[in-house]
């Protein structure tokens, strides 16, 4: 394939992870070292950064910082939900790109997000390709929701599953320590997918978790939810439930609207919250016991204390393919993950899919991987994230604390 | 002084905390290595262990399982929160407690806990002294608040401490990631002391923290907090807020009861939640910027993943001390600590103080600590903390989630 020189911009979108900043690190650190790429930048908040032409040099950084973003959480360059038009539709956004691609001679473009990130890849790409400006394309997996379509799993989602795991061990301890019935019910991020929820079995597998977990993929049914809660207090004295932020009853609605109603984002997307409360509420006036609502919100996603070292590793192993794939001549795709598990024994590597076939779809948990009453999890479904979580980070910390990336941020 | 022998029980009262299991550790190995301690029981749920009969064996537990205490957040004999009734009043249960002490011939009590605790403590001892049963009756302090009297910090306050200044470094990076102006109001522990609210400038320290902290110890008004956040949103773009859950305006009423009216517990105090959600929204009403609530929960309690050392450390000599200086012939006192910080060195010594003048006082944030516009805390206040949350814990980990301790709990 043809050798393509010039700059490289590299953009963060979304809803920030653990280890976002680890495929930055992994996708600057192959850009640096590229011959093929003149000049590295960073985009001030994702696409927003490149319209507005804030962009960051980042050969400026120094490389001891660069190296923090590896146990760094959220997003160092600034994150954003912007939506991009549909370029046969409406072309003003991507002229503004493309003149500013053509200001600082950007050949290579580098984004990293979810399902919205992937078709604002593929817009830019199929644009680019159209105004006939030679540029490479390449789609950076991240999402704590696992949700994404075509790779085996996410980059941030190992790390959230593991603080999930963790945390829900840790309550489960705390939860039980009286001798009076309670109910403790966590609310755990995911719209439409259940990774997330469903990895709270991490922790009831040490025997110490959750004893019921809801799923989006499964009909919620409040009736059966709370009979299933009675017999469980029954039985053992107390409930422990996980639940996802986006489980629906029968007629597709939000059981947290149940509680309030409330906005919707730029994409569409209902506002969640305030579910957790909600259903220890209802558990306490129907078993009469002692509740509480936890939700876990931000603290799962940016819990980087908490990172699995897998999951660092392969974020940053995503973002240097991005740059060397691209850099070799590929574009319009998106770095994927392909793993094996075979006889305990997990390998992952990467590939490349085409970003058409990623964007806009959400990986759902596939229904033989729910129980067959709708409340919890299978063995295979834990033994599908148990080689996510494993391995601790470095937790490089000063005076007790950790000692998190400070980018200098010179603007090119 | 004479020398007693006869066996002991160690019991676990009032919320618990990362290191509560530390304290029990140190107590039980000192007491299982003690000539004078002919066995060493522990109470199922603290003082109702004792009044219902139900004492574990601790000399038939596997030592390596014992020494994973250490790292095993919650009260791992369960505890309690039954307040025993004034003796001179209400003999009942102290005969029923006599009966017990008799039946094992127990002459040794250590109990677990914080004000409430301490309480009970005195009680046992002075009813144990009249009824002339000779039982050296110890208190070992615990509490994340802090608040208890006549000893420099509490064990537990210092890992709380450490996973709050952590949690909100974390929260920052993430809350401020997008371009659109935020709030954020992170709710911490706390009903009449803000020593944990406090805790969260160590994470501003770094420059990544909360902008504004609110202690109970300050008459909190709302019209001057919206102000406030609204000034903070002008300047910087965003407002990331830090509250005790225990503020209360001008009359005594807590905040949180604003938003929602709701019972009282055993000890008749309030319980309280919801504050973080309710401030988001009246700072999203009056400023019309996104925002979102965040409350710590138990996580700030139970997560043992973050402890400190030094808190560890510390827990498991009080423990030990409470042991050592009974045996030795102390009685009717709490273990307590004298520390100095002199040229930044940091040194913690035990000392015993009498019950009496620990039970049911609270030690509150020195107003002098507490920056004058009541929204923060000063150099004085973060020097204190500072030592308490130095150094990791081991975290032992199977499968990439924590191993707790698993004990057999042997009836006796």
């Given at each position: 394939m043809s050798q393509l020189t010039g700059a490289c911009v590299f953009g963060q979108s979304g809803g920030p992870t653990s280890v976002i900043n680890a495929s930055f690190y992994g996708a600057v650190k192959a850009a640096l070292d590229s011959e093929s790429i003149t000049k590295v930048y960073g985009a001030a908040h994702g696409i927003q950064g490149i319209l507005n032409d804030?962009?960051?040099?980042?050969?400026?950084?120094?490389p001891k910082e660069l190296r923090r973003l590896l146990n760094t959480p959220s997003s160092a360059l600034g994150s954003c939900r912007y939506k991009l038009a549909d370029p046969d539709k409406d072309e003003k956004d991507f002229q503004r790109i493309l003149e500013i691609f053509k200001k600082y001679d950007i050949r290579y473009f580098f984004y990293n997000g979810g399902n919205d990130s992937m078709d604002t890849c593929e817009k830019v790409s199929r644009y680019m390709r159209r105004a006939g400006w030679e540029c490479r394309v390449m789609g950076i997996p991240k999402t704590i929701d696992n949700d994404l379509f075509g790779t085996d799993h996410c980059p941030g989602f190992g790390s959230a599953a593991k603080y999930i795991a963790t945390s829900c061990m840790e309550i489960a301890l705390d939860a039980a320590v009286y001798d009076y019935p309670t109910a403790t019910v966590v609310e755990i991020m995911g719209r439409h997918a259940g990774w997330l929820a469903g990895s709270a079995a991490l922790a009831s597998r040490f025997g110490s978790g959750p004893d019921l977990i809801y799923l989006p993929e499964q009909v919620f049914d409040l009736e059966a939810f709370l009979t299933r809660c009675e017999a469980v207090i029954r039985e053992k004295g107390n409930v422990f439930v996980a639940v996802s932020e986006g489980i629906q009853d029968k007629e597709g609605t939000f059981i947290s609207e149940y509680a309030s109603k409330s906005g919707t984002d730029a994409f569409g997307h209902t506002q969640l919250g305030g579910l957790a409360v909600y259903l220890a509420d209802q558990i306490k006036k129907c078993c009469g016991v002692k509740s509480r609502g936890i939700e876990l919100s931000l603290l799962q996603r940016c819990g980087a204390h908490l990172a699995s070292r897998t999951d660092i590793d392969e974020a940053m192993m995503a973002g240097m393919t991005a740059v060397n794939t691209a850099v070799a001549g590929e574009t319009g795709k998106m770095v994927a993950f392909d793993c094996s598990r075979r006889d305990g024994t997990y390998a992952c590597r990467t590939k490349l899919v085409p970003l058409q076939d990623v964007a806009n779809y959400e990986k759902k948990v596939p229904q033989e991987w729910i129980l067959p009453d709708g409340a919890g999890v299978t063995k295979e479904f834990v033994s599908y994230v148990l080689p996510l979580i494993q391995g601790d980070c470095e937790?490089?910390?000063k005076d007790g604390l950790p000692r998190f990336a400070k980018l200098k941020k010179i603007k090119a």
């Open positions: 804030v962009l960051y040099d980042m050969g400026q950084e120094d937790r490089e910390t």
